[in-house]
């Protein structure tokens, strides 16, 4: 089996020391940070606190770290991270209440000003949201999130016109003519001016491809409610174009092919416009890896606009990039059903249960959903990939077998299936099988490199087409030359055609860009032995044993501790003409 196919052990999460912090106090916070006792000092509070924060268990550490606030009021830093930490954690009410006291001590905090302007938003007070807002400067997270905020406060207190005209600092500023093309749109259509509104979303789709999920849909649902079908029907196939494998308009598709009936209304207030620009404004931020900010905007749309599946959907991803998987399984449990998001929201959580080692409860849902959801491969998909996970090949090639049924005719764009699929049937040993999907899926996608590799190193395991195999990994290498897998077969491979000398620095390579992986270190511990650099094999195949190899390999590796290896004329694959 190919390096690139093994399933990575279960990340063990390790507490990282701090250098300011003594010996003893690091060794009576978990104690205390596991609730086992009270911690009564200021200090311990903090670090109680600090340790919960780094384990990214927020509500510990709002506890510990609140219990050190109230010992001292006047800590900025502490104030500031409780705050933070307690909008991340969705508690909006008792993150209002230390954005008041955190503006006292910092006039112009971004966050905290902006906290309190959403609330003034959910209250309708338009007034103190504009007056937040002009006391900004206008750097930072402030020049996307007060020209928005100050625009609808506007709109609704002194209409479409003044509202349009707070936004511009969003049209000059680069990067966010898209942001400012849709709201102004938004505005055109609360005001009743559909055909503008229309203008505006057709801008953003040009802008974006039309690759953008929330832009296809509202520009998709103002056709459907002026009787424009078609029109409709090609701004959601037009995202599907760029996102060939979302299913996220099949409900919106839908809902035409029953005639384009209930069509909702995406924005329908100001309050909603609020939403809607935490909403573009944390996902942009969550796309460029600022998950812990978008997080705290995405909590507070969610405050303002509790009934934003989208925005739901969102956090649960934010949470799970965070390694907050059972909280993301409780954002995604309250997305609810009838939405485009339901679906993919229940096969998330089977994936967090499953990221959670409830393997069990995945399984038993992903079978749930499957028997529920007669013709969508995806739940047999994911059930295949649950299965694949524990190693139950059987069961999994059932389930892909499933999936690739309901597909019906296979497309371009579901080379991964074949692909996945045929990994299951090599390690099931169903190598006919197998091959044929590895194959299929190359006739789809060219040149594809991990297909390429995991093919070509199984032939090479096999002895068979060898210099075609040579010729695929020499490709998924050029492909992916910082692929440390990839690179190991191509090791692996001169390694098997006795040309030892050449395996050694590819193998070297891939030990560089996998240090963790047993297998590559035992490879190379090989190719060490081969060319009689026989004390640093011993040392590659003692260091593979500390990275706990399967007992299989295990049972190898003492073995050539013991004995070494074999003659090398034995090693040697045999060659016939034709490389096979």
């Known amino acids: 089996m190919p390096a690139s196919a093994r399933r990575p052990r279960p990340r063990i999460a390790l507490m990282t020391p701090f250098v300011a912090l003594t010996f003893a106090a690091l060794m009576t916070v978990p104690v205390a940070a596991s609730g086992a006792d009270e911690v009564r000092s200021l200090s311990a509070n903090f670090l109680a606190g600090h340790v919960a924060q780094k384990r990214r268990d927020l509500p510990a550490a709002i506890k510990y770290l609140g219990r050190a606030l109230e010992q001292d009021t006047g800590e900025p830093n502490l104030l500031r991270r409780t705050f933070l930490f307690s909008l991340m954690d969705g508690r909006i009410d008792d993150g209002l209440a230390l954005a008041t006291r955190h503006l006292e001590i910092e006039k112009k905090a971004p966050i905290a000003t902006l906290a309190l302007a959403v609330a003034d938003a959910k209250k309708g007070d338009w007034a103190a949201l504009k007056k937040r807002m002009a006391g900004l400067d206008s750097t930072g997270l402030n020049s996307f999130t007060a020209p928005a905020l100050n625009a609808w406060a506007t709109f609704a207190a002194d209409g479409k016109e003044k509202g349009i005209e707070a936004l511009k600092p969003l049209r000059d500023l680069g990067g966010t003519r898209v942001l400012y093309d849709l709201h102004v749109g938004l505005m055109h259509e609360l005001s009743g001016e559909l055909a503008a509104a229309e203008t505006y979303y057709v801008s953003v789709a040009k802008d974006d491809g039309g690759a953008t999920l929330r832009g296809a849909r509202i520009l998709g649902t103002l056709y459907e409610r002026q009787g424009k079908i078609d029109e409709a029907r090609a701004a959601y196939n037009l995202y599907l174009q760029a996102q060939p494998n979302s299913q996220f308009v099949d409900v919106d598709l839908a809902r035409l092919d029953a005639g384009g009936k209930n069509t909702p209304v995406l924005v329908g207030s100001v309050e909603d416009g609020v939403a809607e620009a935490l909403f573009g404004i944390s996902s942009s931020l969550n796309r460029q890896g600022g998950y812990e900010t978008a997080l705290v905007l995405g909590q507070l749309a969610l405050y303002l606009r509790p009934d934003f599946p989208v925005m739901r959907y969102t956090v649960g991803g934010i949470l799970e990039a965070l390694d907050r998987f059972d909280d993301a399984i409780e954002i995604y449990r309250a997305v609810g059903d009838d939405n485009p998001f339901s679906k993919s929201a229940k096969l998330r959580i ?231």
């Not at 040309?499 to 190379?524: M, Q, T």
């Open 350 to 580: 089977a994936a967090n249960l499953d990221r959670e080692n409830r393997t069990d409860e995945a399984i038993e849902l992903l079978r749930d959903l499957t028997d529920e959801w007669k013709d969508d491969f995806s739940a047999p998909l994911a059930l295949g990939d649950a299965y694949r996970r524990v190693e139950r090949w059987a069961e999994a090639i059932s389930a892909y077998d499933e999936a690739v049924k309901r597909i019906g005719t296979l497309e371009p764009r579901h080379w991964q299936i074949l692909y996945t699929r045929g990994i299951v049937l090599e390690r099931a040993k169903e190598w006919e099988r197998a091959e044929e999907d590895f194959l299929k899926a190359l006739e789809f996608e060219k040149d594809q490199p991990l297909v390429l590799n995991y093919l070509g190193y199984s032939w090479v395991e096999q002895g068979v087409h060898l210099e075609r195999a040579l010729k695929m990994i020499e490709t998924a290498v050029a492909k992916r030359p910082h692929d440390g897998y990839i690179t190991d077969s191509l090791g692996w491979i001169y390694y098997k055609l006795g040309r030892y000398a050449d395996a050694v620095p590819e193998l070297e390579r891939a030990v560089e860009l996998r240090p963790e992986d047993p297998v590559i270190n035992d490879h190379l511990g090989d190719a060490y032995w081969r060319v009689g650099r026989r004390l640093e094999a011993t040392f590659q195949w003692n260091h593979a044993l500390v990275l706990e190899p399967d007992p299989e390999l295990k049972a190898v590796i003492e073995k050539k501790l013991k004995d070494g290896l074999v003659e090398e004329a034995d090693a040697v694959i045999k060659t016939t003409p034709d490389g096979g």
